[in-house]
């Protein structure tokens, strides 16, 4: 399905939202979205937590992507800047993951003399 196709429909409910509104609605999904993360991660055993880290990459990578997508529209300066900001976070956290990964795998090779 095209998403460019739905796009108009975005815009016009963004265009006639009262911004209070929008707001309100916007930080009910982020706090929502930041319960749920915790909930879910202090549910996870701790010898799992490496492997899961490791497996959030591809999550990051998507993060990037949008990041990329919200830096390069140049709509505002003010969506530039922390669409920047995104990739820049949105990195670390890939490389970090991939450090990680990289050490834990190296526990399992067997020593060189």
């Known amino acids: 399905m095209n998403a460019s196709l739905f796009l108009p429909l975005i815009a016009d409910a963004a265009a006639t939202e009262d911004p209070a509104a929008r707001f309100i609605r916007l930080l009910t999904v982020f706090l929502l979205a930041m319960w749920v993360g915790f909930e879910v991660i202090t549910k996870v055993p701790q010898r799992l937590h490496t492997p899961l880290t490791s497996g959030s990459n591809a999550i990051s990578g998507i993060t990037a992507v949008g990041a990329i997508v919200v830096a390069g ?7 530039t ?3 920047f900001l995104a990739l820049v976070l949105a990195m670390i956290n890939v490389v970090g993951g ?3 990964t990289h050490r834990m795998l190296a526990m399992f090779n067997p020593k060189k003399k």
């Open 98 to 100: 991939f450090v990680v």
């Open 81 to 83: 800047i922390f669409g």
């Open 73 to 79: 529209a140049m709509a505002t300066s003010f969506g």
